[in-house]
């Protein structure tokens, strides 16, 4: 990646959403209006008229179609190593910017270089606020998740400390990992941490990303200010069931990365063998019902 006096690229992984790319691609370059930039587009070979749309419609955009569906992370990672930008925005497909939120988030990271990733308030195409930030998952957040005291104490900053529920989302914050639907970092940030994991797919890479940027001495901020709507499951929906196995199966390989010191191999068997099992359960649980 080389800086060609573009400040901002925006990464935008496509995959058979054109209920979405229109809404997207549009807000997006009216928030872009005030900046230098460049929309790259990786399309995992979409076959509902997606391409068409971007083609015929954003010749703005950089479209790269890939001839099969090469998975989310590689992607990614393909958007990455093409982008010139000084800053880098990942966005979802099922996403609309409001209003200026791209370069309100481009200022607050020039304000601050400690911060490694930034992201917005989500709100819903219904209106109502989604939960947006999280803590890195910890072994026990998983037999709270499991016996279903997260949910009983959705507020509680030990039963619910991993998906937050006592969050305040009017208040800048730094977080372990802002949601991943329209992240923000810098090309520095990426060339000292890495690109994003291809072994985790889908889920759980913005999860590892967001920790290695922790780990390398940066911090995530949740940043209000700047607000994007987002359709949940938008990106993923399409195969409900495969999507809840590869979900619990990214979890795994999550753990297994952090885990591996002798206190946690006992426990890394014990909740992979969980996690496998109610992965399929409710994988034939999403069929039936």
């Not at 549009?26 to 230098?36: A, D, F, G, K, P």
């Not at 819903?124 to 947006?132: E, I, M, R």
Request: proline share 3%; hydrophobic share 45%; glycine share 8%.
């Amino acid at each position: 990646m080389s800086s060609n006096n573009i400040e901002i690229s925006v990464v935008l992984i496509s995959y058979n959403g054109r209920e979405f790319i229109d809404d997207c691609l549009r807000t997006t370059l009216e928030s872009l209006e005030s900046v230098t930039f460049e929309i790259i587009v990786i399309d995992n070979a979409s076959s509902d008229g997606t391409v068409e749309i971007i083609e015929n419609k954003f010749s703005q955009a950089k479209l790269i179609r890939n001839s099969a569906n090469l998975g989310f992370a590689k992607a990614v990672n393909q958007g990455f190593d093409a982008a010139r930008g000084e800053f880098i925005l990942l966005l979802n497909q099922d996403t609309r910017i409001v209003g200026d939120a791209v370069p309100r988030l481009m200022r607050r990271m020039t304000d601050d270089p400690a911060i490694g990733a930034i992201g917005p308030k989500f709100i819903g195409f219904d209106g109502k606020l989604q939960y947006s930030a999280r803590a890195f998952p910890r072994y026990r957040d998983l037999l709270f998740e499991f016996t279903g005291l997260s949910y009983l104490f959705k507020r509680s900053k030990v039963f619910a400390a991993w998906k937050m529920g006592w969050f305040d989302h009017r208040t800048e914050q730094e977080v372990d990992q802002p949601m991943g639907a329209a992240l923000m970092t810098r090309r520095d940030v990426i060339e000292k941490v890495g690109n994003f994991d291809e072994s985790f797919g889908i889920f759980f890479n913005d999860v590892d990303f967001c920790r290695r940027v922790q780990e390398a001495g940066f911090i995530n901020l949740y940043f209000p200010e700047a607000v994007v709507e987002h359709f949940v499951g938008g990106s993923t929906r399409q195969k409900k069931a495969r999507m809840i196995i590869e979900s619990h199966r990214a979890m795994y390989k999550y753990f297994n990365k952090y885990s591996k010191t002798p206190p946690g191999i006992p426990l890394l068997w014990f909740w992979g063998g969980v996690l496998y099992i109610t992965a399929y359960i409710r994988a034939v649980f999403s069929k039936l019902f």
